[in-house]
T-cell receptor, first 112, second 111 residues
Framework: NAGVTQTPKFRILKIGQSMTLQCTQD?????MYWYRQDPGMGLKLIYY???????DKGEVPNGYNVSRSTTEDFPLRLELAAPSQTSVYFCASSYSRTDTQYFGPGTRLTVL | EDQVTQSPEALRLQEGESSSLNCSYTVSGLRGLFWYRQDPGKGPEFLFTLYSAGEEKEKERLKATLTKKESFLHITAPKPEDSATYLCAVYYTGTASKLTFGTGTRLQVML
């Protein structure tokens, strides 16, 4: 099993551009999550999904959108990128709400 | 405000010098406390889950313990390869699938 995979690993965007961060898991997990990690701060939840077709906002959803059309995939869309979205983004998945979350390798995004 | 606090922020140890990392929490209705290890440029790697006060889990040189207010990650005779950031996170009643993370302890083990 590959676990949780994320693409791309690195990306530089200009202000106002859009992009999609890809996340795929092969563990048949129902729950999937997007976090961002900024220096000196704990991981912050952006959006999460409890199953295909069901998503909900986390702590810091502004400026992001998600969709979940399959169990395996949970892409994160950035519209109109801003410098405040410069961060490292992690996708995670878990079998159930209280179960261990397993993380992908991350995407380092810089908005200039 | 519900929160998770980790201390110290950074810790430097000599190889073989045992120590403990602390994770204190002020949430009510704890459902689980998770420890992760994170290497630079990598995603968090799961270490342990603790569910109730008094519970202990061990893996190689690491041992995690839990009380009603805090958790400790004890590192016995650490090696340089134990150098990493250790993250603590809690899941508690009413948080609708949200893990609350601490800011981590950066551990450096010197030869």
């Amino acid at each position: 099993n590959a676990g949780v995979t994320q693409t791309p690993k690195f990306r530089i965007l200009k202000i106002g551009q859009s992009m999609t961060l890809q996340c795929t898991q092969d563990m048949n997990h129902n729950y999937m999550y997007w976090y961002r990690q900024d220096p000196g701060m704990g991981l912050k939840l952006i959006y999460y999904s409890v199953g295909a077709g069901i998503t909900d906002k986390g702590e810091v959803p502004n400026g992001y959108n998600v969709s979940r059309s399959t169990t395996e995939d949970f892409p994160l869309r950035l519209e109109l990128a801003a410098p405040s979205q410069t961060s490292v983004y992690f996708c995670a998945s878990s079998y159930s709400r209280t179960d261990t979350q397993y993380f992908g390798p991350g995407t380092r995004l810089t908005v200039l | 405000e519900d929160q998770v606090t980790q201390s110290p922020e950074a810790l430097r140890l000599q190889e073989g010098e045992s120590s403990s990392l602390n994770c204190s929490y002020t949430v009510s209705g704890l459902r689980g406390l998770f420890w992760y290890r994170q290497d630079p440029g990598k995603g968090p790697e799961f270490l342990f889950t603790l569910y109730s006060a008094g519970e202990e889990k061990e893996k190689e040189r690491l041992k995690a313990t839990l009380t009603k207010k805090e958790s400790f990650l004890h590192i016995t005779a650490p090696k340089p390869e134990d150098s990493a950031t250790y993250l603590c996170a809690v899941y508690y009643t009413g948080t609708a699938s949200k893990l609350t993370f601490g800011t981590g302890t950066r551990l450096q083990v010197m030869l």
